[in-house]
Each structure stands twice: as C-alpha cells, then as structure tokens.
C-alpha cells in the first residue's frame, strides 16, 4: 500500500480538505511528506501521487502567484494559477517527454 488518499468536498459556505498520512519511519523528517501547499493567501494545493513532483510544481505556483502580485499589485485569480499549471505540465511533457520538474 504505497498511495494516500486526498478528499475535498465544498459546501455553499465552505470547504473541507482531508488527507490520509501515514505512520512515519524513524529517520523520517516529519514535514518531508507534506501534501498540502499554500500557494497564496487564498490559494491552497493539495496532491496524492509522487510528492516530489507536486513539491517542485507547488513551488513554481508560488513563484507565479508572487510574480503576478508585483505586476499587477492585486491577488492572483485561481483560474490563472490553474492555467499556469496545466500549461507548464503540458508543454513539460509534450516538449521534454518528461515529468514536470
């Protein structure tokens, strides 16, 4: 049993994010698994799969969303967070043929 398992569920008023984490090993860092990831002030990204790779694409959400506040002085919509992601994924794997990194 290799993969945890990542819920959301959204309400009128509000939405509820769970995760699965599993037991760690003892030379494990605690927050090295980490699934959930603050992108901007009102912007969270959570992942199931390789946590690598979420790890170094939730990071280059965060470098965007920053960049996009210098620019524009105002808050990053989600729809463009999400549109910088599927484009960087799919140009990555179309391009490169290989995983987003």
Known sequence: ????L???VKGKTMMAVG??????QR???HDSNCKLWQVD???????AGIVVDAKSL????????ISWRMQYE???TVGHIARF???????NVLNNKARPM
Request: some cysteine.
């Open 41 to 47: 002030e009102h912007i969270i990204g959570f992942s």
């Open 58 to 65: 939730m990071k280059k959400c965060m470098v965007e969303a």
């Open 1 to 4: 049993k290799r993969g945890l």
């Open 19 to 24: 995760m699965e984490r599993r037991e760690l």
């Open 74 to 76: 105002e808050c990053p």
């Open 85 to 91: 992601l599927s484009a960087f994924t799919s140009d």
């Open 6 to 8: 990542t819920v959301g």
């Open 27 to 29: 030379l494990e860092v």
